[in-house]
């Protein structure tokens, strides 16, 4: 029997081109009994017919297929999710905060007749209130039920919010639409990252969840150039409610799809045969984890409260999120105080978000290439994010060449966000503790966000200096706590190596948690 899995270890039958069923312990059959709480499961663990083995052919096709199918949805689903809270900001600069009554005339500390964004921001701000409530509910649903069924309704039910935007009639109803919208996205997030450790290897997550979460950013810049297209249509209906007619229609139209495509595990996959449900759930062993488990586990919600890196990677994602506030639904705002057009703040705005997610996708590539490097990829990526949030604090905006540089440095945060979530399936193990710890990291997400646009003081517009001087101090936090992190997982990795036996056995499916399995091995 091999030693247990090392962290960011290739997958199985990378080993070599056949990988044969011989992980029990000490040559014993495994316990069927005790690997999965999902019958499903364990009736195709059980039912291999003696194939036992596959070849790396036979994994690759399949990871394939995971990549073609799965990730293309759970991206585009996350690309609107994204694109909901980008065009907020298009459809501001289009009439919608006149019209509600979001801006307000005044004048700021230097005497200038502005436009007081305190409305808008916490327009912005309660979407994540809204987040925050839904997030624990929402995120136990979805593993209590079918997930991926769950989330697709999550979507169908925020496209009809994200729709009735256009029936608002000032700011008030503003906030409680923005409240709903949040409240409902909240689920879809967390159920992807649980979908994610279910299909995919620790070193494939370190890549797949970057991706599904990074292209929401690509598919932004693209869709703000869609937007730009769609206000220079004349039809006499405002704007901005365009905007959120077609993003409604379009969110609608894909919860149909989500539902339909998205599997709910490897065991029930319809676009999997037996073969290949076998080959997707054995090859996972190596993440010495379980599949998914419905029933609700206590016990590891209490682990999960006391484990110090579940509270570490919430410090971390709150500290990053914290600039968010510019790069949600600030960015066309701020381009727009420097002096552009309505329409031109839609196309500078554009490459912000690429470069959030190419940043996503170039942390997650590098991360998967070279071994334990995941905190390391993730402080270099946050650099720029650093280096950006200096240049809109201490440049004058009217040296704009510098500001537009560093709004669109600034977007780099994301890119390191999207590795920060890769840690919570990949060093978390226990279907509930797992759901708490994204849920938990989540609520940070949403914390951040509701404090970011906060700190973009209405009457400082359009310069802001409190939030740059706060984002530049969260980010500064945010790369030294990564280092916090990764030795935390490095000295716990080095404590199971000098163990004996059982830090070396093999416990996958078995739903005990990371504390539970010395075989468990912390990715870097």
């Given at each position: 029997m091999s030693g247990p899995p090392s962290v960011d270890t290739p997958s199985l039958a990378e080993k070599g081109s056949?990988?044969?069923?011989?992980?029990?312990?000490?040559?014993?059959?495994?316990?069927?009994?005790?690997?999965?709480?999902?019958?499903?499961?364990?009736?195709i663990l059980a039912n291999s017919g003696g194939q036992s083995h596959w070849t790396e052919d036979e994994?690759?096709?399949?990871?394939?297929?995971?990549?073609?199918?799965?990730?293309?949805?759970?991206?585009?689903?996350?690309?609107?999710?994204?694109?909901?809270?980008?065009?907020?900001?298009?459809?501001?600069?289009?009439?919608?905060?006149?019209?509600?009554?979001l801006y307000q005339p005044s004048i700021n500390a230097?005497?200038?007749?502005?436009n007081n964004t305190s409305r808008y921001s916490f327009a912005s701000t309660i979407f994540y209130i809204g987040y925050l409530a839904g997030v624990y509910p929402l995120a136990f649903l979805a593993q209590r039920f079918r997930i991926a069924k769950m989330t697709g309704l999550y979507t169908l039910i925020w496209g009809i919010v994200l729709l009735m935007s256009i029936v608002v009639k000032d700011y008030k109803g503003a906030y409680a639409q923005r409240f709903c919208l949040g409240l409902f996205e909240a689920g879809v997030s967390p159920a992807f990252t649980l979908i994610t450790s279910m299909f995919y290897t620790k070193r494939e997550q370190s890549s797949r969840l970057p991706y599904w979460y990074a292209s929401g950013f690509v598919g932004l810049a693209i869709f703000q150039i869609v937007t730009w297209g769609i206000v220079h249509i004349e039809t006499g209906f405002p704007k901005w409610k365009i905007i959120f007619l077609f993003y409604g229609f379009i969110t609608i139209a894909w919860a149909g799809i989500a539902i339909t495509v998205l599997p709910d595990s490897p065991a029930t996959c319809r676009w999997f045969n037996d073969r290949e449900k076998y080959i997707a759930i054995e090859r996972l062993r190596a993440n010495q984890d379980s599949i998914k488990s419905s029933h609700i586990n206590t016990r590891q919600i209490l682990e999960a409260v006391l484990d110090i890196r579940v509270w570490l990677i919430v410090i971390i994602t709150f500290l990053v999120l914290v600039p968010n506030g510019l790069t949600s639904t600030f960015i066309p705002v701020v381009?727009?105080?420097?002096?552009?057009?309505?329409?031109?703040?839609?196309?500078?705005?554009?490459?912000?978000?690429?470069?959030?997610?190419?940043?996503?996708?170039?942390?997650?590539?590098a991360s998967s290439k070279f071994r334990n490097s995941r905190a390391i990829c993730t402080m270099i990526t946050l650099l720029p994010c650093?280096?950006?949030?200096?240049?809109?604090?201490?440049?004058?905006?009217?040296?704009?060449?510098?500001?537009?540089?560093?709004?669109?440095?600034?977007?780099?945060?994301?890119?390191?966000?999207?590795?920060?979530?890769?840690?919570?399936?990949?060093?978390?193990?226990?279907?509930?503790?797992?759901?708490?710890?994204?849920?938990?990291?989540?609520?940070?997400?949403?914390?951040?966000?509701?404090?970011g646009p906060l700190l973009l003081k209405g009457h400082e517009a359009p310069v802001y200096p409190t939030g740059f001087k706060a984002f530049t101090t969260c980010i500064s936090i945010c790369i030294g706590m990564l280092g916090v992190y990764r030795v935390v997982c490095q000295l716990e990795n080095r404590r199971r190596d000098k163990l004996g036996d059982e830090a070396h056995s093999d416990h996958a499916f078995e739903n005990q948690t990371d504390?539970?399995?010395?075989?468990?091995?912390?990715?870097?």
């Open positions: 056949v990988h044969h069923f011989d992980s029990a312990p000490s040559g014993k059959a495994p316990r069927l009994d005790a690997i999965a709480e999902d019958e499903e499961v364990n009736r994994e690759r096709r399949l990871v394939r297929k995971l990549d073609m199918i799965l990730l293309p949805v759970m991206a585009f689903t996350i690309t609107l999710q994204t694109t909901d809270k980008g065009v907020y900001g298009s459809a501001c600069v289009f009439g919608m905060c006149s019209e509600l009554g230097a005497g200038q007749a502005i381009v727009r105080g420097l002096g552009y057009s309505s329409y031109d703040s839609l196309l500078l705005s554009a490459p912000a978000f690429l470069v959030s997610g190419l940043s996503g996708i170039g942390c997650g590539y650093l280096i950006g949030c200096i240049l809109l604090w201490k440049v004058p905006k009217t040296n704009i060449g510098a500001a537009l540089a560093g709004i669109y440095m600034n977007s780099t945060f994301a890119g390191a966000l999207s590795q920060i979530q890769a840690f919570i399936p990949s060093n978390t193990a226990g279907t509930t503790k797992k759901t708490f710890s994204a849920a938990a990291a989540f609520m940070a997400y949403a914390v951040g966000n509701i404090l504390k539970q399995n010395l075989s468990f091995r912390y990715a870097l």
